[in-house]
């Protein structure tokens, strides 16, 4: 499903990624494990066209995305959430949902089944008017979640998803993605420095260093 080929990646004059190649095939979940500065957040951020390649490519489903704009990859299936959950603080739990909705879905009584739908699979029911400012880290973590699934992605792309969660949160939080992905058979790129995500995940771990 989703491929890269020898990208190499800068940030501004500092050379990141030197000739990254990875895969994550249909129905896998796979665990890209670093020490902080090694480039996991980097090659997330490569592939979702926020720092443009220097060099490489970057394959879903054999359509080269790398010369792309952040936008049309995320058209084409490419769904994120990012490490700080990405919530709008202005807007209600339910209007951070909504904005994921695939075009679609249209009238405003089927809207809101499917955000109510994706607030029980969170169990969040009741949450919708719900001001982001007055959940957990746990809820905001779900709602960023169903709202990426929500557009109904082909790849899923996870940076640091369960970082700053307690260990029971955390625990409870990777069951709830991990489900997630199997029940969806959704491709899933998981970035973490936490050896027991990548083991928790039960796919296969890459492991990124700095040369």
């Given at each position: 499903m989703l491929e890269l080929k020898a990208i190499d990646t800068y940030r501004g004059p500092a050379h990141i990624l030197y000739g990254v190649s990875l895969h994550v095939d249909k129905q896998?979940?796979?665990?890209l494990v670093g020490r902080n500065g090694a480039g996991k957040t980097t090659t997330i951020e490569s592939i979702m066209g926020f720092l443009p390649l220097r060099s490489g490519q970057i394959l879903l489903d054999d359509e080269d995305l790398a010369r792309l704009p952040p936008?049309?990859?995320?058209k084409r299936g490419i769904g994120f959430s990012p490490e700080d959950c990405g919530v709008f603080p202005e807007l209600?739990?339910?209007?951070?949902?909504?904005f994921a909705l695939p075009a679609r879905v249209r009238g405003r009584s089927q809207r809101r089944a499917r955000i109510?739908?994706?607030l029980a699979e969170a169990d969040l029911s009741g949450?919708?008017?719900r001001d982001p400012a007055t959940l957990s880290g746990g809820q905001r973590a779900r709602v960023a979640l169903m709202r990426t699934l929500l557009s109904e992605p082909h790849v899923l792309l996870l940076d640091e998803p369960f970082n700053k969660l307690d260990a029971q949160l955390?625990?409870?939080?990777?069951?709830?993605?991990f489900e997630h992905a199997a029940d969806r058979g959704l491709p899933t790129l998981l970035v973490t420095h936490d050896a027991t995500d990548a083991q928790a995940a039960g796919g296969r771990v890459i492991g990124l260093a700095r040369p």
């Open positions: 896998e979940v796979v665990c936008h049309e990859r995320a209600s739990v339910g209007d951070n949902l909504a109510e739908q994706a949450f919708a008017d955390r625990h409870d939080f990777r069951r709830f993605v």
